[in-house]
């Protein structure tokens, strides 16, 4: 008995996402690695722009990866190219394992970042490709709930080692070593997934389209309506497509195609100026800033990864109900709101006061944050930069948007720990003005895109105004352009067979 279409859909989806785990797993354990003592014995440096490098080095691998990755899965294949990011990353996850100097350590987290980069334009790229329209966004959003849990996975193991051999080696070596597990069935398996049909298309094989498309919407019934007029969606717009000029011009070329390629880096930057990875790079100092041990710090760590699974749950289960819009801006609000608190929280430590009570209020305002983020932010900065893009160009230019946020998130964990060292409680204000600043941005300038269909993205914002506050729009319902799919090819059908019918009965007349 075959599974549902979109159970079995969305576990291709889960199947690619694991390609997330690598780098929630990264951001999760870096933190523990840090303070290992054996690790700072091996490394030999305590200069704080050397460690801040070593943590941000990993981003600088994943904004050199962006490109490649977007050309390999045009040229070979969406399937092939993750094959080879995770290829790429086990390469960077032995590196960093048998480490003996910070300069290997260096080489390992850079090239486990390039593969890392790789996979964070694949995933949700393949991903959007093979959804139908109506959970394009759930499924997406699995991309976010991976790094949960590959952030759970690294904090837990790194804990535990932490306390049973806290001076050995082991202590870091075994939590790097463990990253690269999730990579072996990317590597292996990845054959196995069906291939994204938008890309059989644009390769010209339409017979192989069809069928995986039927493969993954219809229980492999090629006559399936709803399939049929997916099918012929696509093909309309890929042969449309194919008159015009493929190169990297169709993107700066194009005054759409360049809005929504600025539309995809202003989103993915303004993530990391939310003040996420400043927390998770750095907890062991935040967490100490206001009185909490090394040893507790680490632990509320390993709890709040827990807290942000439970966010990205509520987004797979909310977001193509609430749209992208309302999450995008009512989180930023609500992420500037608990930084402010955070701020004032932490000054009062800054400045001699400070008790017991307000430490607690910190953590569990940062929990409030963490939460947000991870059911209204973190996801849809993978759910909206490839939805919006039409086939010619979404790897090429979601590489780009990647780009943005590997550089912005290079920036932040390389000057987060000056920042600390040197600004403290004043370094929070950042995060405070860019959280209300974030949410003016994304009212004004971005329209929901829940429920339209890939193909007719270009469409739709050609003739949606920059403005959005300024014009009405369309109120389009999570499957409504499944529905009209399915009754389109349904009437094309009625048609055909009517022209069938009439010209049978001339022949016979």
């Known amino acids: 008995m075959s599974l549902p279409p979109k159970i079995y859909t969305f576990l291709c989806a889960c199947f690619a996402a694991m390609g997330a785990s690598l780098f929630g797993y990264d951001l999760g354990v870096i933190s523990y690695v840090l303070v290992a003592p054996d690790f700072l014995a091996t490394i030999k440096t305590n200069d704080s722009n050397y460690i801040g490098f070593i943590v941000s080095s990993m981003l600088l691998g994943a904004f050199v990866g962006s490109i490649p990755a977007s050309l390999i899965a045009d040229r070979f294949s969406r399937r092939t190219a993750i094959t080879v990011a995770g290829v790429v990353f086990l390469l960077g996850g032995i590196l960093q394992t048998a ?15 390039v593969g890392i980069g790789m996979l964070g334009l694949l995933a949700p790229l393949y991903q ?10 759930m499924l997406t959003a699995t991309f976010q709930f991976f790094i949960g849990i590959g952030a759970i996975v690294a904090g ?72 049929q007029g997916e099918y012929q969606a696509m093909r309309s717009k890929v042969e449309e497509e194919a008159n015009t000029d493929q190169s990297w011009r169709l993107i700066f070329g194009d005054r759409t195609n360049l809005r929504k390629t600025m539309y995809g880096i202003i989103l993915q930057f303004s ?5 996420v990875s400043a927390i998770q790079y750095y907890a062991p100092t935040v967490y100490a800033s206001v009185g909490f041990s ?65 430490g607690i ?16 932010i973190g996801p849809l900065s993978w759910i909206y930069p490839v939805e919006i893009m039409n086939t010619a160009i979404r790897a090429k230019a979601t590489a780009l948007t990647s780009m943005a946020a590997w550089i912005a998130n290079f920036m932040i964990g390389q000057v987060s720990k000056t920042a600390f060292d040197n600004i403290g409680w004043r370094y929070y204000l950042v995060f405070t003005v860019c959280g209300f600043t974030n949410a003016l941005t994304f009212y004004l300038l971005f329209p929901e895109t829940r429920g339209r269909t890939l193909e007719e993205m270009d469409n739709y914002f050609r003739d949606t105004h920059w403005l959005v506050p300024a014009v009405k729009q369309e109120h389009i319902g999570a499957r409504d352009r499944e529905v009209q799919l399915a ?21 016979t007349v």
């Open 361 to 376: 209020g910190f953590v569990a305002v940062l929990f409030v944050y963490n939460f947000v983020f991870s059911a209204c």
């Open 487 to 507: 009754q389109g090819a349904h009437e094309r059908d009625n048609a055909y067979s009517s022209e069938k019918e009439l010209a049978a009965h001339q022949e």
């Open 99 to 113: 480490a003996m100097n910070k300069q290997t350590m260096l080489a390992g987290r850079f090239f486990a970042g």
């Open 128 to 137: 959007s490709e093979i959804a139908h329209p109506s959970v394009r966004g």
């Open 271 to 275: 993530v990391q100026m939310t003040g």
């Open 294 to 358: 090394n040893h507790t710090s680490l632990l509320i760590n390993s709890i709040n990864n827990v807290n942000g699974l439970l966010g990205e749950v509520a987004c797979i289960l909310f977001v193509d109900k609430l749209g992208r819009r309302f999450p995008l801006i009512w989180g930023n609000i609500l992420a500037g709101s608990c930084f402010a608190v955070a701020t004032a929280l932490a000054k009062n430590f800054a400045t001699g006061g400070g008790n017991r009570g307000q």
């Open 156 to 227: 837990w193991i790194a804990y535990g080692v932490a306390q049973t051999h806290p001076n050995e080696a082991m202590a870091w070596r075994l939590p790097l070593g463990f990253q690269m597990l999730p990579a072996v069935p990317l590597v292996l398996m990845t054959f196995l997934l069906p291939e994204s049909p938008r890309w059989l298309m644009i390769q010209g094989r339409h017979q192989e389209a069809l069928t995986t498309l039927a493969r993954l919407h219809a229980r492999g019934n090629e006559n399936d309506s709803l399939v």
